[in-house]
């Protein structure tokens, strides 16, 4: 290839051809190292690719082994990347981030060659979503204030890790000198969608995006005057000065996982 291409994980399970896709990224990797670039999903583990096919797959075409190798490797994958350009670095990781891991210092520090738990630090990087916004434009001032104080919640949908809210993220973007994150780990229809993409409405009461947020244990500071709502404000701000008024989302998903179009089951 003459630019380089990432991955951004769930490269196995619900479909039938989970072993050709993992295999040809493998021998990309191996051909252009320089180029090609994997990170690894929340189906990259053995319980998740057990459950949903890939072990199933393996063990009809190649037999367990096979399957208990492409585990080990698995666990090698990295967890995260981080993206240059000429208006900043973008991060780039398969689900989110993780209240343990405030720095990028501290991901690079994480022992990533182990599967992932139901909760902490790993689970979270690699199962971790944005909280909902599709009521966000139903909200009044006061509610929508609250909502962009909102930190990190349960994660009922999928019974394990977190929820991050524009509060989070955008202190994790501030602190590690970074203008937005790139995630995949939920269908989208349309091919990606962006979250907390306010650089003006932040003003509280003017534009609301059309999205969706409910959750009774929310994690909210009610003084919106404080400290980290101007902090959040100028930040933003800035950002959008400092990159020639290039207006970005907090967080961008992308769907990126090539089998799941063939079948689930």
Same mark, same amino acid.
């Given at each position: 290839?003459?630019?380089?291409l990432?991955?951004l994980?769930?490269?196995?399970d619900r479909g039938?051809?989970?072993?050709?896709?993992?295999?040809?990224?493998?021998?990309?990797k191996?051909?252009?190292?320089?180029?090609v670039?994997?990170?690894r999903?929340?189906?990259?583990?053995q319980?998740v690719?057990?459950?949903?096919? =890939?072990? #199933? *797959?393996?063990?009809?075409? !190649?037999? %367990?082994n096979?399957?208990y190798?492409?585990?080990?490797? &698995?666990r090698?994958?990295?967890?995260?990347?981080?993206?240059?350009?000429?208006i900043?670095t973008?991060?780039?990781?398969?689900?989110?981030?993780s209240?343990?891991?405030?720095?990028?210092?501290?991901?690079?520090n994480?022992?990533?060659?182990?599967?992932?738990?139901r909760?902490g630090?790993?689970?979270?990087?690699l199962?971790?979503d944005?909280?909902?916004?599709?009521?966000?434009?139903k909200?009044?001032?006061?509610?929508?204030?609250?909502?962009?104080q909102?930190e990190?919640?349960?994660?009922?949908?999928?019974?394990c890790?977190?929820?991050?809210?524009?509060?989070?993220?955008?202190r =994790?973007? #501030? *602190?590690?000198?970074?203008i !937005?994150? %790139?995630?995949?780990?939920?269908?989208q229809?349309?091919? &990606?969608?962006?979250?907390?993409?306010?650089?003006?409405s932040?003003?509280?009461?003017?534009i609301?995006?059309?999205?969706?947020f409910?959750?009774?244990n929310a994690s909210?500071?009610?003084?919106a005057?404080?400290?980290?709502?101007?902090?959040?404000?100028?930040?933003i701000?800035?950002?959008?000065e400092s990159?020639?008024?290039?207006?970005?989302p907090?967080?961008l998903?992308v769907f990126?996982?090539?089998?799941?179009?063939?079948q689930?089951?």
């Open positions: 290839p003459d630019h380089n990432l991955f994980g769930d490269y196995v039938a051809f989970s072993c050709e896709v993992i295999l040809h990224l493998f021998a990309l191996l051909r252009y190292r320089n180029k670039f994997l990170i999903g929340n189906h990259e583990s319980d690719c057990s459950h949903f096919g =890939f072990k #199933k *797959e393996c063990k009809v075409k !190649y037999g %367990l096979v399957f190798l492409f585990v080990k490797c &698995f090698t994958i990295p967890i995260s990347a981080l993206i240059s350009t000429k900043g973008i991060y780039a990781a398969h689900g989110g981030i209240p343990e891991l405030p720095t990028l210092e501290d991901i690079n994480l022992n990533r060659f182990e599967d992932p738990k909760e630090a790993l689970c979270d990087i199962w971790s944005p909280i909902n916004e599709d009521d966000v434009h909200l009044d001032d006061s509610e929508y204030r609250e909502f962009l909102m990190y919640i349960s994660n009922q949908a999928r019974q890790s977190l929820m991050f809210g524009y509060k989070a993220i955008s =994790f973007l #501030k *602190e590690n000198n970074l !937005y994150m %790139l995630r995949a780990h939920e269908v229809e349309e091919g &990606f969608r962006s979250h907390f993409v306010n650089p003006d932040i003003g509280f009461g003017s609301r995006m059309d999205h969706h409910t959750d009774e909210t500071d009610n003084d005057d404080s400290e980290d709502d101007i902090d959040m404000i100028e930040s701000k800035s950002k959008k990159h020639n008024s290039h207006i970005f907090t967080v998903t990126s996982a090539p089998n799941y179009c063939d689930y089951g």
